[in-house]
């Protein structure tokens, strides 16, 4: 299982680059690994601005639909529409080509709730 140290991670299974006032958002190699092959991404929030918690898309399995949640308060300024396309770059390359989502950060100051790469693993094996 791939964690990468430079990121930061939520207990919602989702991972964030920060770079200055913006974030990156995908899913965890862990949670990609527990929805399966991956057929859709889902997001409506474009240009929205989301709160910290609430659902900005969902991403559909073969077996299920998951709901993608904000790891931070911020507004959707960009969404990878490769994925429209090649949605199971989220399964093949999670931290890379499968990025979800870019947000313009609200509250820089919730970063300090996510969790680190350290943490994550201990979460998720428990």
């Known amino acids: ?66 709901d993608l949640f904000m790891p931070l308060t911020g507004e959707v300024i960009e969404f990878n529409d490769t994925l429209e396309d090649d949605p199971e770059l989220v399964n093949s390359d999670p931290y890379n080509k499968g990025w979800m989502i870019k947000i313009q950060i609200s509250d820089s100051s919730q970063i300090d709730d996510l969790l680190d790469a350290e943490a994550y693993k201990n979460l998720v094996q428990g």
């Not at 207990?11 to 913006?22: R, Y």
């Open 1 to 66: 299982m791939n964690i990468p140290s430079d990121l930061k991670y939520t207990k919602d299974h989702e991972w964030l680059k920060i770079e200055g006032n913006t974030a990156t958002v995908g899913i965890t190699d862990f949670a990609q690994g527990e929805l399966g092959d991956i057929v859709y991404v889902d997001v409506d929030t474009l240009d929205d601005t989301v709160e910290e918690g609430d659902v900005f898309g969902s991403v559909e399995a073969v077996k299920t639909v998951s």
